[in-house]
C-alpha cells in the first residue's frame, strides 16, 4: 500500500516556474558523466520535463520515459516530442515496467516528498538492470543559509519543514540519501552535493518573487493554515521577509543538495 503523503508545494504557477527552470546543468550534472547516446533511462517525478527532454536528446536514440503522479503536470511535459521520448502518470512505489528495463532510474527533487523512500529506492532498483545506477538528488532544507539575516526567513524555514513533514517527508533528506540507500540494499553508493545560489539583482528577484507568491497562494500556504501551523498574519509576513531578501542588494542565498549514484 501508498504511504499517506502529500506532495507539500502542490503546482501552483509559482511551483512551476522553478521546476520549468530546470536543467541537467543546473540540477543533474553529477550524472552528466553517465550519459551517452543509446542509454535508456526512467526520469522519475519529472514534473514538465525540462530535464527529461534534455536527456532524451543527450541520450538518443536510447529510450527515455518520464513519470510522474501528478497528470496534469504530465500533459505539459507531453508538449516534448521526440521519437525516442514518452511520458506517463505512475506512481513511484508501483512502477509500471518489469525487472531490469532500464539503464538509469533518475529521480529529482522527489524523495523528500515521498513518505517511505527506501521503498520508492527499491521500486526504482527493481527496474533498473544489474550494473544500471539509481541516481537522486535532493535539497537539505537544515542546511540553507542566506544573507542579511531577516527574521522572516527563519520563520519560513520553521514553518515549511513542519509542514513538509506533517504531509509525510522529508526536508532535510540531502544528508539522508546515502543512508536511505544503504537501507534500500545499494553496496556501492557514491556521493556528491552541489548548491544552488540565488545573489545577483535577477536570480534574487526570480526566487524571492516565486516565495513572496508561494507563502499565500501555493498547497504550501493553505496546509500551514489547515494544520494550525501558521497564522495567514504570519504567513502574510513571511511574504514580505522574501521580498525584504530580494530587495536587499547584498542578498545571498544556498541551497545545499545531496546526491547519490548507487550501483544496482
Not at 25 to 40: D, E, I, K, W
Not at 186 to 215: C, L, Q
Amino acid at each position: 500500500m501508498t504511504p499517506p503523503e502529500k506532495y507539500t508545494l502542490g503546482h501552483h504557477s509559482s511551483v512551476l516556474k522553478a521546476h520549468t527552470w530546470r536543467t541537467i546543468a543546473n540540477s543533474a550534472q553529477y550524472l552528466s558523466p553517465r550519459l551517452a547516446p543509446g542509454v535508456s533511462l526512467l526520469d522519475v517525478g519529472c514534473g514538465p520535463g525540462t530535464i527529461t527532454v534534455e536527456f532524451a536528446d543527450r541520450l538518443a536514440p536510447g529510450r527515455v520515459v518520464g513519470m510522474d503522479s501528478a497528470p496534469e503536470v504530465i500533459e505539459i511535459a507531453a508538449r516534448f516530442e521526440r521519437p525516442n521520448l514518452e511520458f506517463l502518470v505512475g506512481d513511484v512505489y508501483a512502477l509500471p515496467f518489469d525487472d531490469d528495463v532500464f539503464d538509469i532510474a533518475h529521480a529529482h527533487q522527489i524523495l523528500q516528498h515521498v513518505a517511505d523512500p527506501v521503498a520508492a529506492l527499491r521500486e526504482m532498483r527493481r527496474v533498473v538492470k544489474p550494473g544500471g545506477i539509481v541516481a537522486a538528488r535532493d535539497v537539505d532544507y537544515g542546511g540553507i543559509i542566506w544573507f542579511p539575516p531577516i527574521s522572516g526567513l527563519d520563520d519560513w524555514r520553521d514553518v515549511y519543514k513542519r509542514v513538509h513533514r506533517s504531509n509525510g517527508g522529508e526536508p532535510d533528506a540531502g544528508r539522508r540519501l546515502k543512508a536511505w540507500a544503504m537501507q534500500a540494499g545499494f553496496e556501492n553508493v557514491a556521493t556528491s552535493a552541489s548548491i544552488w545560489n540565488f545573489s545577483d539583482a535577477t536570480d534574487r528577484e526570480w526566487w524571492g518573487s516565486m516565495w513572496e507568491e508561494r507563502a499565500l497562494q501555493s498547497a504550501f500556504a493553505g496546509d500551514a493554515l489547515d494544520q494550525g501551523v501558521a497564522t495567514q498574519q504570519q504567513l502574510e509576513a513571511i511574504s514580505r521577509a522574501w521580498r525584504e531578501w530580494a530587495d536587499s542588494e547584498s542578498g545571498w542565498l544556498g541551497m545545499p543538495h545531496g546526491e547519490i549514484i548507487a550501483t544496482a
